[in-house]
């Protein structure tokens, strides 16, 4: 809801007006090759060509009238809203990308003229900020992720999504940052619903997300299913949310170039501010496969492209980005990962990091490596030997040479550590519980070491595990994973599924609840309703 708006003609003077009409005649901005990109410069065009609504071709940087400028501008913002509702988010859950995406629809929400697109503006904004609140901890953004910098998955708290959280939510403490500043200059305010479902942690919950892959241009496989012209596959998103820590996954493999995050584990603390309170792995893979995939470049020059930006793209110490090679699986506080890696792969190992802030790791006999974060105990069983490496041993990002990228290393970047195990047929479990389940750390070890498990790195990694909760996991690379004998069914797998949002694949709807009180956002129809039911007595 935007409940004020500043009156930007009373707040620009002749002079500044006049400035601002040359540059959308006589600059020529890029429109870029990304889902964010495209949605902020056709956000930006529109209400451009709303502000001078009559100008002719010749007034205009790309030689289109006022009309057609606002009529291209608009039909793409709604084919991405009607592809989002209907079949996820391509840049999806990013805590740092959540910034280009609440501020075009907050400017089109708060300053658009066109109601219809307005009004649908205004919900999208409260979508992002749903697919938001249901996946954080104390304002901090978990799961797994599109995309993400260096910075932020060693510190989580450092990226964007917080300083919106303590805008909207109020969690966290105050940082300033772009979108929340918008945030508040256009009055926003989210559905009181959305202020209590990122608070509700009463109760332990499950909860699914249906995403997508960016488009594939290339290599698309045979998952792939087309959306107009475009090919992409989906994302299976999983998390389990506590009130003492987050883990949340995907199922692997290249879901986005660069950047990914497949899966990550947060934890309570009480100034995330000033903790590296996250744990992960991942295959720190790069190939021009990958490059060519997402991108319109040539075998040869694509990986040198990506590195000019991303330095650590090919990087035998990155600590982002997904792998052909990767297939994980999760059932709440379970989670295990699975690698089938060709020889001849560049980095053929598993890179898990420990953060600084994780206390009282114990590599124990049984070869369950046993650490503690904030009041959450981790068990990490890796399939093959292993060493340790400290975060960033190459010294790239810490030597300088990843500019912007690897600014402020010392402060975020050191005294992690990094579990490296080097096996072509490889994995490792994960086993989480809350520290108050246990009477002690030895309690919670001598629990973890009882439970069953087989695992094999012959022919294809392995993993059968019992886990504390009770069930049977099941994998087998390249299998569909089970739980308790049954077989994942990710073809009923819907856009959102938790207790707090419901939404069917291309329903273009989202249910809304929390209690008796539920918030409808039908994209279809551009309607919302929202009801408190009354309690029974």
Not at 20 to 31: E, S, V
Not at 73 to 79: D, E, G, R
Not at 227 to 241: A, F
Not at 348 to 375: A, H, Y
Request: with cysteine; glycine share 8%.
């Amino acid at each position: 809801m935007i409940v004020a708006t500043r009156a930007v003609a009373q707040t620009l003077n002749d002079d500044d007006w006049a400035g601002i009409r040359q540059a959308w005649k006589t600059y020529f901005p890029y429109r870029g090759d990304t889902e964010n990109h495209w949605l902020m410069y056709y956000s930006s065009l529109f209400l451009a060509a709303e502000t001078w609504p009559d100008l002719g071709p010749h007034e205009w940087y790309n030689g289109k009238s006022s009309e057609e400028n606002r009529e291209e501008s608009k039909a793409y913002v709604l084919n991405w809203m009607k592809i989002t509702t209907s079949y996820g988010q391509g840049e999806y859950d990013s805590p740092n990308y959540i910034d280009t995406y609440v501020s075009p629809m907050g400017l089109l929400a708060a300053y658009a003229r066109d109601d219809d697109l307005r009004q649908r503006a205004g919900m999208m904004l409260d979508y992002i900020v749903l697919d938001y609140a249901v996946e954080n901890l104390d304002g901090v953004y978990g799961g797994a992720h599109s995309r993400i910098y260096p910075r932020y998955v060693m510190q989580p708290s450092l990226a964007s999504a917080p300083r919106l959280g303590w805008l909207l939510f109020n969690q966290g403490e105050f940082r300033r940052g772009g979108s929340a500043l918008l945030m508040s200059l256009i009055g926003y305010q989210p559905p009181g619903i959305l202020y209590r479902i990122a608070h509700d942690r009463s109760v332990a919950y499950e909860h699914r997300e249906l995403k997508r892959t960016r488009w594939r241009m290339r290599n698309a496989g045979p998952e792939a299913f087309s959306v107009g012209l475009n090919k992409t596959i989906p994302v299976y998103k999983y998390s389990y949310v506590t009130k003492d820590y987050l883990l949340g996954s995907s199922q692997g493999g290249l879901l986005q170039p660069i950047q990914q995050q497949t899966w990550s584990l947060l934890w309570h603390e009480q100034n995330p501010l000033d903790i590296s309170n996250t744990f992960f792995s991942l295959h720190p893979y790069h190939s021009p496969y990958e490059g060519t995939m997402y991108f319109n470049t040539d075998w040869d020059t694509v990986t040198d492209l990506i590195a000019r930006s991303k330095v650590d793209y090919a990087s035998p110490d990155k600590l982002k980005g997904g792998s052909p090679f990767e297939q994980v699986f999760q059932h709440k506080s379970a989670l295990i990962g699975l690698y089938d890696i060709p020889l001849g792969t560049d980095f053929p190992f598993i890179t898990t990091f420990f953060s600084r802030d994780l206390t009282d790791t114990v590599e124990d006999e049984s070869g369950w490596i046993f650490t503690k974060g904030g009041p959450t105990y981790i068990a990490f069983r890796p399939l093959a030997p292993g060493e340790w490496k400290p975060a960033g041993w190459t010294g790239l990002l810490e030597g300088g040479a990843g500019g912007g990228i690897g600014r402020g290393f010392e402060d975020w970047g050191t005294r992690h550590r990094c579990f490296v195990s080097e096996n072509p047929q490889n994995g490792y479990i994960i086993q989480v519980a809350p520290t108050d389940r246990f009477e002690s750390y030895d309690d919670f070890k001598q629990a973890v070491r009882a439970l069953p498990i087989t695992t094999s790195t012959d022919s294809l990694a392995s993993v059968t595990f019992t886990s504390l909760e009770g069930h049977t996991l099941e994998a087998t690379y390249g299998q569909t994973p089970m739980i308790d004998g049954v077989p994942i069914d990710y073809s009923s797998w819907k856009l959102f599924d938790g207790p707090f949002a419901q939404s069917d694949r291309e329903s273009q709807q989202v249910l809304i609840r929390h209690g008796s009180e539920t918030l409808n956002l039908d994209f279809a129809t551009a309607t919302t309703e929202s009801s408190v039911t009354p309690v029974s007595r």
